[in-house]
């Protein structure tokens, strides 16, 4: 993990002077576990979580929303303002700042999708297939959430058949018994200098 935060911290930033990690994949893939420790490893990095952003009535068309207080601020060298959405409650919160920082890891299904990729310094994705990432979250939800997953899977289907984010993806992360390994993306470049392997069939380690 302390490999991959440092390659991160040296990539150039897209956003200003921010560097805006997205960390993308299926609903129960992984994405907030992963990203929490990563953030760790950055030393305590900021974390933009698009469950936040999201809502009962907009659970993929909050782009221009995020666009509009969050990246753009951010680009301008200023401190963002957004609202919070509670999904017990359906509605959306006091603000919240994000100032500008280094690096901000953006963490959510759609975090990769085309109207962010401009912004994003790199794109992350969780290497787990959707099913059994389905599955895994059907699991961590329980039977509360079982009416809202029926209606999820089929949003995340047609979103990431319309603007999909794999194919974009410059790492691959896959969750091992112990860490994760880092591979490259359909995206990425290795080059010799790079932590990653050529995925072979071989991993790194993070």
Do not use: N
Request: charged fraction near 25%.
């Amino acid at each position: 993990m302390h490999a991959l935060a440092a390659f991160l911290r040296d990539v150039p930033p897209a956003c200003g002077t921010v560097r805006l990690i997205g960390v993308d994949g299926h609903a129960g893939s992984g994405k907030s576990t992963f990203t929490e420790k990563l953030a760790a490893a950055l030393g305590g990095a900021p974390v933009l979580h698009l469950d936040d952003v999201a809502s009962h009535e907009q659970l993929f068309g909050w782009e221009g929303r995020l666009l509009r207080e969050v990246v753009d601020p951010l680009g301008r060298g200023a401190t963002a303002r957004y609202a919070p959405y509670d999904w017990r409650e359906r509605r959306f919160g006091a603000a919240r700042m994000l100032p500008p920082a280094p690096v901000i890891l953006v963490e959510g299904v759609g975090a990769g999708r085309r109207a962010l990729r401009p912004y994003l310094a790199h794109l992350l994705w969780m290497d787990l297939p959707r099913e059994e990432a389905w599955t895994r979250g059907r699991s961590r939800d329980g039977e509360e959430q079982r009416e809202f997953w029926s209606g999820w899977v089929e949003a995340e289907r047609r979103h990431f058949a319309e603007d999909p984010s794999r194919p974009f993806s410059d790492f691959l992360v896959r969750q091992l018994p112990e860490g994760y390994s880092v591979l490259p993306g359909p995206a990425g470049v290795v080059g010799p200098d790079q932590f990653v392997t050529d995925g072979d069939g071989s991993t790194a380690a993070c």
